[in-house]
C-alpha cells in the first residue's frame, strides 16, 4: 500500500509500530470508504498505533516529510472527515486500538477514557460504577470516543444533557508538530485563559488528533417513563414537547419526531419490529422522561398526555409498561438511519432551525422537494426538542439509484434554501467533513471563514491534518 511513498519514507513510518499495528489491503479496505459510499479512498498506510507515544511519533515523522494524516476512529462519520482522498499519499492513523479506559470517578463524577473506546463501551464503564454517560446515537456500539469528540456528535440525549462539547472536561491530543497537549484536566471552572480543548471539539480532525479524554458522568436514572405518541402534524408535535417541558421539566430527556413513512420503513425491514399503536397517524413522538430520584415519573407522564389529550394536540399514546417494551419503541426510532437504504437511494440533510420553526421547516422543505421531484418521499425525523431535523429524501419507488442519487446536490440546493429561510443550519451534528466544505462559504461570513482558516494556520501550518476537510485544502 506504500507505492506512492519513497522506501526510505515508509520504512521509517513502519518502523514505528509494531507489524500487526499495519494494517495489510485486506483488512484496510472498510477503513478507506464511508458507510454510505460516497466517498473511497487509497493510502500509503493504515497504522493503528497503541499508545499516545505511538500517535506523537508518527506525527512527528510526518511533519517532518510532509505526510499527510488522515485520523479516523470508528469510521461511523456521514460527511466523510475520516476518508482519505484518491491520491494513496496519505496515512490513515486509525484510533482503534488506543482503546484504554484509564479511570472511572464516581465521586468525581467523571472518567478517562482513550479515543478509541467505543461510545457503548464507555456507557457500560459509566452504568457499572453507577453513573449514566448520556451521549447516545444509533451507532453507539461502533462509534468511537474521539470520532464524537472529533465531529461534537449529538444524539438523542442532546434535550437535557447537551452536545458532547458539554459533556468533556479535558482532552489529550496531538498536535500537527507531534507534541502532546495533556489537558486532562478534571476541574468545572478554569479560567485561565482560552479554554484550548475546545478547538479540538469539533474540528474533526484538522487541528489535532485527539488521544482520551475526560468526560463528565450523571447520576444513574432511577425511574424511567416512554411513551410512543400518535398525532397529527409537526405543529401538534411541538405543541406536545411544549406540554412535556412545562410539566416534567429536566426530567424531559428524550422527545424524538417520527413520519409515518419512516415507522413503515422499519416495520417493513426490522426484524421484529412492531407498531406500538393500532391506528395508523401521519406523525409520532417517542417521549422519554428520566431521572435519578424516584419521583413518579409515570404519574407525569400520563399527566402531560391527558392535557395533551383534552388540547386535542395528541391523538394516541402507548405508554411503555417495561424496560423491555421502551427499547422497543427506541428500535422503531434509532433503526431509521438504516432501513431507509433498503428503499434505494437516500439524500440526507442534517440540519436544524429555531425550535419554534421547526413545524413551518418541515412542511414548507416537503412541499419545495415534492415540486422539484413530485414523486420523491421525505422521512423527516430526529431530535425535535433541540430543532435538529434529519431531513432525508429518500428516491421515488423504482427509479434509478445512481441517476437519482446524481442530483444530490439539486436536492441540497432546495432544502438548504428553506434551511436559510428559517435561519438555520446545514450541519447540525454530523459535521462538515468533504461532503458539506463547500457550503460553507454560503453560510459563514467572511469574518468566520477568516478566523478559521488563521486557526488552521497557527496550528497546522504544513497542512498535514485531514486537508480539504471542512476547509479547502492549504498546504505550504
Known sequence: MSETMPH?????????????????????????????????????????????D????IVRLAHETG??????GGNTGLVGGQTPDGSGRAILLSTARLDRIREVDAEGNLMVVEAGVTLQRAQEAAEAAGRLFPLSLGSEGTCTIGGNIATNAG??????????????????AVLPDGRVWNGLRRLRKDNTGYDLKHLFIGSEGTLGIVTAAVLKLF????????????????????ALFQIARLHAGPALTGCEIMPRIGVDFTLRHMAGARDPLEAVHPWYILLELSSPLAM????????????????????????????????????????LSEVQ?????????????????????????????????????????????????????SQPVGADKAQYLAGWDAMNRVVHAVVAAHGGSVAAEHGVGRLKRGLLEDVKSDVELDLMRA??????????????VVLAETRS
Open 8 to 52: 526510505e519514507v515508509a520504512a521509517r513510518f513502519r518502523a514505528l509500530v509494531a507489524e500487526r499495528d499495519q494494517l495489510d489491503a485486506e483488512a484496510a479496505a472498510p477503513k478507506l470508504v464511508e458507510p454510505r459510499g460516497l466517498y473511497q479512498g487509497r493510502a500509503a498506510f493504515v497504522l493503528t498505533p497503541r499508545s499516545v
Open 54 to 57: 505511538e500517535v506523537a511519533a
Open 67 to 72: 505526510t499527510t494524516v488522515v485520523p479516523q
Open 155 to 172: 444524539g438523542t440525549a442532546v434535550l437535557a444533557y447537551g452536545n458532547t462539547r458539554d459533556l468533556v472536561l479535558g482532552v489529550e
Open 219 to 238: 447520576p444513574a436514572p432511577r425511574e424511567t417513563a416512554t411513551a410512543f405518541v400518535g398525532l397529527s402534524s409537526p405543529q401538534a408535535a411541538l
Open 296 to 335: 413518579g415519573l409515570g404519574e407525569t407522564l400520563e399527566a402531560i398526555l391527558a392535557e395533551a389529550f383534552e388540547a386535542g394536540v395528541v391523538d394516541d399514546a402507548a405508554i411503555a409498561a417495561s424496560g423491555e417494551q421502551s427499547a422497543s419503541f427506541w428500535r422503531l426510532r434509532l433503526g
Open 341 to 393: 437504504g433498503h428503499e434505494g437511494g437516500s439524500i440526507k440533510h442534517d440540519v436544524s432551525v429555531p425550535l419554534a420553526r421547526v413545524a413551518a421547516f418541515i412542511e414548507e422543505a416537503t412541499a419545495a422537494v415534492e415540486a422539484h421531484l413530485p414523486e420523491a418521499r421525505v422521512v423527516a425525523f430526529g431530535h425535535i426538542g433541540d430543532g435538529n431535523i434529519h431531513f432525508n429524501v
Open 455 to 468: 486557526v488552521k494556520r497557527a496550528l497546522d501550518p504544513k497542512g498535514v491534518f485531514n486537508p480539504g
